[in-house]
């Protein structure tokens, strides 16, 4: 139980395009998923949180208007980076929770890299 | 500032060892704490999950809880090669309309054969 899959797992784009990034709750419904982002050999950054139905949450510091994100029902949110530029370039990863714990359960990240 | 601190390691264990690894908060307010492992170039696996003080026990993995000192270990037992990863530790709280987790940076391990 609590798979959480992410498409695509790895993506090359050109500086300036858009990518798009999608998380599903494989075998559960999540109330809330949320958006990190890592660096290599740093820790888990969140970006922000997203209830289903609801605008997302962005933490400080991260543009809402480059990382889109929408969480239309309750088994997929998706991620656009926007006009991507090269410091976009990182492993960006997804998970999931339900209302009732308060667990939270990864995706296996989609690793971006913009050229 | 919500933080959680973990000691960046290595921590290098023989094989069938056990392997300990701690971390340390600043939230009391945080009432639940979470290991995760993570494989380098995968994403975060969930290990364990402690809400109350004391033990908590799966397999070999231990973890425990101390509220008053605001500290969370981990224990495993019997270490493996296959055990070798970043272990990070993870104290939730509420906010943004949900409960959200804050991070360590991790504890990097390497078991011997």
């Known amino acids: 139980g609590a798979v959480v899959s992410q498409h695509p797992s790895r993506v090359i784009c050109k500086s300036g395009t858009s990518v798009k990034i999608e998380c599903r709750s494989l075998d559960f419904q999540a109330t809330t998923m949320f958006w990190y982002r890592q660096f290599p050999k740093q820790s888990l950054m969140l970006m922000a949180t997203s209830n289903e139905g609801s605008k997302a949450t962005y933490e400080q510091g991260v543009e809402k208007d480059k990382f889109l994100i929408n969480h239309a029902s309750l088994t997929l949110s998706t991620l656009t980076v926007t006009s991507a530029h090269p410091e976009d370039s990182s492993f960006y990863i997804c998970s999931a929770k339900v209302v009732t714990a308060y667990e939270q359960y990864f995706g296996p990240g989609t690793r971006l890299t913009v050229t | 500032q919500k933080e959680v601190e973990q000691n960046s390691g290595p921590l290098s264990v023989p094989e069938g060892a056990i392997a300990s690894l701690n971390c340390t908060y600043s939230d009391r307010g945080s009432q639940s704490f979470f290991w995760y492992r993570q494989y380098s170039g995968k994403s975060p696996e969930l290990i364990m999950s402690?809400?109350?003080?004391g033990d908590k026990e799966d397999g070999r993995f231990t973890a425990q809880l101390n509220k008053a000192s605001q500290y969370v270990s981990l224990l495993i037992r019997d270490s493996q090669p296959s055990d070798s990863a970043t272990y990070l530790c993870a104290g939730g709280y509420s906010g943004a309309g949900s409960y959200q987790l804050t991070f360590g940076k991790g504890t990097k391990l390497s078991v011997i054969p």
């Open positions: 402690i809400y109350s003080n």
